[in-house]
């Protein structure tokens, strides 16, 4: 609760309120993903943490589908918050939409002297209202529960986190890929790395690849140049030398059995490039 968020939007007369608890380091899912728990007659069983809580508290009355609708709009926006972040899910290679625990509460008045609202769907201004509350309040509770601001997330891992490449694994592929003396000096400064902006940007064209192609969008024949781009991209950012992109492109290797090595070769060597001098 001390890192709840909230958000209060108004407008003529209609006021919409957003209370947000978050938390997505433990239990971040999307709605497909495989699950552990199974409810039966006998009560749930695993078969295999973290938690959104969202009050939100509208000042006029709604009908039943209005109510319904809201619980909708609501939940769109707690799943753009998630894509705006780029919260992997924990159970896959997807952007998560929610965690498995979620809960919310919808409060508006019963007062049958108001006619009531009807439809709060995001092509209405009450859904935009709603809409904006919980996305602002989302993304505030998630900052301060988890650290989780734009600034924050412009990181490789971030990008590359929901396919395999978590800070560790990097660090331990990185130290493979290039000579002890330039891994000690980029593990000193590990940064200089990961945040870069340039060499994070490539991470997300990466991953956006990397998704087109799990989603059938673009053909696995497109698969190996794709990759190499980005990671040679990659390479010329970290490097700081824009003009030797088809010099790049042409050191890196793609094998069909590790989607994240040509990214992980661009990256040593942009760094070793980087010291060469």
């Known amino acids: 609760m001390n890192h709840m968020g909230h958000r209060h939007i108004e407008l003529r007369g209609i006021a919409v309120d957003a209370f947000v608890t978050a938390g997505v380091e433990g239990n971040a899912a999307r709605a497909d993903d495989p699950s552990e728990w199974l409810e039966s007659e006998h009560g749930w069983v695993n078969v295999g943490k973290g938690t959104i809580n969202t009050i939100l508290v509208i000042n006029k009355p709604l009908t039943p589908g209005g109510q319904a609708r809201a619980a909708i709009t609501m939940v769109e926006a707690k799943s753009a918050a998630l894509a705006e972040l780029a919260v992997g899910s924990l ?4 952007i998560a939409t929610g965690s498995g625990t979620d809960q919310f509460i919808i409060a508006s008045p019963l007062d049958p002297t108001v006619k009531p609202l009807e439809w709060p769907a995001s092509s209405t201004k009450l859904g935009q209202m709603i809409g ?8 505030e509770a998630l900052r301060w529960q988890n650290g989780l601001d ?9 990008a590359l986190g929901r396919f395999g490449l978590s800070e560790k694994e990097l ?27 340039a060499v994070s940007a490539a991470a997300f064209a990466y991953a956006a690849i990397l998704d087109r192609l799990q989603y059938g969008t673009l053909p696995e024949e497109l698969a190996s140049d794709a990759l190499r ?3 040679a991209v ?21 094998s069909p059995n590790d989607r994240l090595d040509p990214f992980v070769q661009g990256l040593a060597l942009g760094w070793q490039e980087r010291w060469a001098q």
């Open 91 to 94: 159970y896959s290679p997807h």
């Open 132 to 139: 904006e509350a919980v996305l602002g309040a989302t993304l």
């Open 150 to 158: 734009p600034s924050a997330t412009r990181n490789v891992t971030r």
């Open 171 to 197: 660090q331990a592929r990185l130290k493979k890929a290039m000579p002890e003396k330039n891994y000690e000096f980029l593990k000193k400064n590990p940064w200089a790395v990961t945040m870069d902006p």
């Open 229 to 231: 781009s980005q990671a």
């Open 234 to 254: 990659a390479a010329t950012a970290l490097a700081g030398q824009p003009g030797r992109l088809s010099e790049f492109w042409n050191k890196i290797s793609v």
